[in-house]
């Protein structure tokens, strides 16, 4: 049995999985720019959380599928003797790197603001708040994130070199 | 525990130990080490001339008079006889030895068993071991909240005032310094300054520099190991550049006992990491520390009195209960036999 349209399948499901995951998050992020009540935020950014873990699912399901891809022999060899792949690959580690840089401190920071606020704290005003919810973070997020996943997918697509 | 050999640096040092147990109605432990530069009969003099000069404070004290190297002798004591602190002079105890990488009060401080009081003996200080306001800084981490409690603790017992610093994020410095002056246990005078970027330790130098702080208390973390070489330690380079005296709290490689009731804390057991709450009654509650959301590992927040998981934000009640997502489960828990 051929089992590369199967490991194929895996990759697209790990896809599917990696976006339904990380869309939580996405949407959460442009959410609570507009948000304002501390209890809200708070319940918004467990859900971004447990998000995560689709997620990871996902990101494992399409980095394993996709490099057991590139092992399966073709016409001039396997995949990995073309360089896209290894571009593909190297753009989607480093993009994740990216991501994980610019996202850990910010959302630990938002959390330690608002489960504080929660708490009663009075360090923190609704002004600043809001200050820290308009900032650009997660445009940069979406931005770097978006790029990235265009042009892998169209590495994999074109294949142009 | 303070040790001597009689040198001047040792001798201002069990002085400003003296001050400190009578104040505190301590009992204080003096400690000579022979076989180096000082052979049997002349530590026997000089300690039976410490024992003299602390009786005469009406201290209680005990002597102990054992061979070996001084640092090795004071810690091991200092371990089989449950002590509290240990004292050291800040510019070694012997002519020879000078307060540098490996020497004996930077040895002490690096294996003790206990906190450690590392006392400025370069001047001849009248009051040292008597403190009237003292200096803690924080980052929010439960070692840091650690350290900042044993101050505060500290300032209620020699009725001193605390001034709490935190540096970097000024939003976040706030909440931090509000949440563990608000929390803090006793009723010690507080006062909180948010410092913007910069390295901690120098910071915590340059305000302990300004005149109105007498003791300096930073907790151990980074006292071992490799980090201790690659990236410098907070404690170490404090106890190296004050002005004033610093206590090094000891707030990791802790053990159960060293937790006090009411609190947790991460402790190393026979090679497993656990988090242990200790309640008011001096019931142990043991868990695993690993987060149940995806395994990082939680931290105790000595303000609200749970365990707290810096990954996501999952939270947990003192006994591992689940109260805060993402986690769906509480912690596992384990067994202490």
Not at chain 2, 132 to 147: F, M, V, W
Request: glycine share 12%.
């Amino acid at each position: 049995m051929d089992l590369y349209p199967w490991i194929v399948y895996v990759h697209v499901a790990g896809v599917l999985i990696f976006v339904l995951g990380h869309g939580m998050s996405v949407g959460v992020a442009f959410k609570v720019r507009g948000e304002r009540d501390p209890q809200r935020i708070q319940a918004l950014l467990q859900l971004s959380a447990w998000g995560l873990g689709i997620f990871y699912v996902g990101i494992l399901l399409l980095l394993g599928a996709g490099i057991w891809a590139g092992f399966t022999p073709g016409i001039d060899g396997s995949w990995w003797d073309q360089r896209w792949i290894w571009v593909a690959l190297g753009t989607f580690v480093l993009t994740m790197f990216a991501m994980y840089g610019a996202a850990t401190n910010y959302y630990k920071r938002l959390r330690t603001i608002v489960d504080a606020m929660v708490s009663g704290s009075e360090a923190v005003s609704e002004a600043r708040l809001a200050e820290v919810l308009t900032g650009p973070r997660p445009w940069v997020l979406a931005g770097i994130g978006t790029v990235s996943i265009l042009f892998v997918l169209y590495l994999m697509m074109f294949k142009p070199f | 525990m303070v040790g001597t050999d009689g040198s001047t640096t040792a001798t201002r040092a069990s002085a400003a130990a003296t001050r400190l147990a009578k104040r505190l109605g301590a009992q204080l432990r003096i400690v000579t080490a022979f076989g180096g530069n000082l052979d049997q009969s002349a530590a026997t003099a000089v300690l039976r001339d410490a024992r003299t000069m602390v009786r005469a404070q009406d201290v209680e004290t005990k002597t102990h008079l054992q061979e070996g190297k001084p640092d090795e002798v004071i810690t091991a004591l200092a371990e089989r006889e449950g002590a509290d602190l240990i004292v050291v002079g800040n510019v070694g105890m012997g002519k020879a030895s000078r307060f540098r990488l490996g020497g004996i009060a930077e040895q002490v401080a690096h294996g003790a068993p206990c906190d450690v009081l590392i006392v400025h003996t370069r001047e001849d200080r009248a009051e040292g071991g008597s403190y009237r306001n003292l200096l803690a800084g924080t980052d929010g981490s439960a070692t840091a909240t650690e350290a900042a409690r044993k101050a505060f603790e500290l300032a209620e017992m020699m009725d001193a005032a605390v001034t709490l610093i935190h540096v970097g994020d000024p939003l976040i410095g706030a909440i931090v310094l509000e949440r563990t002056a608000k929390d803090r246990p006793g009723a010690a005078s507080v006062r909180t300054e948010a410092l913007e970027d910069g390295d901690p330790a120098d910071r915590l130098l340059e305000v302990a520099g300004r005149g109105d702080v007498d003791l300096v208390v930073v907790g151990n973390r980074g006292m071992a190991g490799a980090r201790r070489y690659l990236l410098g330690s907070i404690p170490s380079k404090v106890a190296h550049g004050s002005p004033v005296d610093v206590l090094i709290a000891k707030t990791v490689g802790r053990s159960i006992e060293d937790i006090e009731p009411g609190h947790g804390g991460l402790v190393d057991l026979r090679g497993k990491r656990l988090a242990v709450y200790k309640g008011e009654d001096g019931a142990v509650v043991a868990l695993s520390p690993r987060c149940q959301h995806m395994g990082c590992t939680v931290d105790w927040n000595d303000a609200e009195r749970t365990w707290d998981c810096p990954c996501h934000g999952s939270r947990y009640r003192a006994e591992g209960m689940v109260f805060q997502g993402p986690a769906k489960r509480d912690l596992d828990r384990e067994e202490l036999a």
